[in-house]
């Protein structure tokens, strides 16, 4: 991944800037369970049954995907319509057993307690322990993502476009976002990883950047390895993930959540 990423083979047009991975955060202190004592911790939200204070992400591509994984369906470019309906049904049944949310404030919903469990990217949840009340522990926070790394997986980049009027000065504050210094302040601010290689889990922990019970929240690079990769849909397959997510958010719409 650091070298040869599959959507931009040797780094030709994009420059890496956070990586992450998409799972599950939890209050430790408000839900009794354990999600990595689950044979499939996607099952998570749906076993805990926290009604009024479970949260899922608003991304059609990553919710959807929850509901796939749910069913143990792994493919997340799947294009067939059958799989792809029933993980549209499974996050209907989950919002009619809890009043399902669908929102992207993670931090601030699981700092508040306005969300027990919410669908989450990894660096969401080690933000949402610099949003604690004071003398709330950073324990109380959660993160399940698969340990063997199968789970969603991705980054997001940096590039100069073609027609910048100023190349040059855009190709310095690339380097300026690289430069250690830089990097690790921008990862202490967001929480998230930024997949570079001295950003290790224990540089993070010992500079205080990543709590150590939170460790699972790091994008570690074998994770690419067994990670499960999104991938551009044509559109005809596009609108079948957009027409299931639509049913879903009216549905939530509809319950008030």
């Excluded at 508040?112 to 949840?125: L, M, V, Y």
């Excluded at 019970?213 to 994770?223: K, M």
């Amino acid at each position: 991944m650091y070298t040869d990423p599959y959507y931009d083979s040797h780094w030709q047009y994009t420059v890496p800037y956070t990586a992450y991975t998409t799972g599950i955060a939890w209050r430790k202190d408000r839900i009794d369970m354990d999600p990595y004592a689950l044979r499939n911790g996607w099952e998570f939200p749906w076993l805990a049954k926290a009604a009024g204070k479970t949260a899922i992400l608003d991304d059609y591509r990553q919710s959807i995907g929850l509901g796939l994984l749910k069913n143990f369906a792994t493919n997340l470019n799947s294009t067939d319509p059958l799989t792809i309906n029933n993980a549209r049904d499974a996050l209907l049944n989950l919002s009619g057993r809890v009043g399902l949310s669908i929102n992207n404030n993670v931090r601030s919903q699981l700092a508040t307690t306005r969300s027990w469990i919410h669908h989450a990217w990894s660096g969401q949840a080690v933000a949402a322990t610099k949003r604690l009340p004071r003398g709330v522990p950073v324990e109380v926070i959660g993160y399940w993502f698969p340990p063997d790394g199968a789970g969603p997986v991705a980054n997001d980049t940096n590039t100069v476009l073609r027609g910048a009027s100023n190349p040059v000065l855009a190709h310095l504050f690339l380097n300026f976002m690289l430069d250690r210094h830089n990097a690790m302040r921008n990862m202490a601010s967001t929480g998230f990883t930024m997949p570079l290689t001295y950003a290790s889990v224990s540089r993070l922990i010992s500079e205080g950047i990543l709590p150590p019970t939170l460790t699972s929240a790091a994008t570690i690079s074998t994770y690419w390895d067994h990670g499960f990769k999104e991938l551009q849909f044509l559109p005809a397959v596009d609108m079948l993930w957009r027409q299931a997510w639509r049913a879903v958010r009216r549905d939530s719409s509809r319950s008030g959540s």
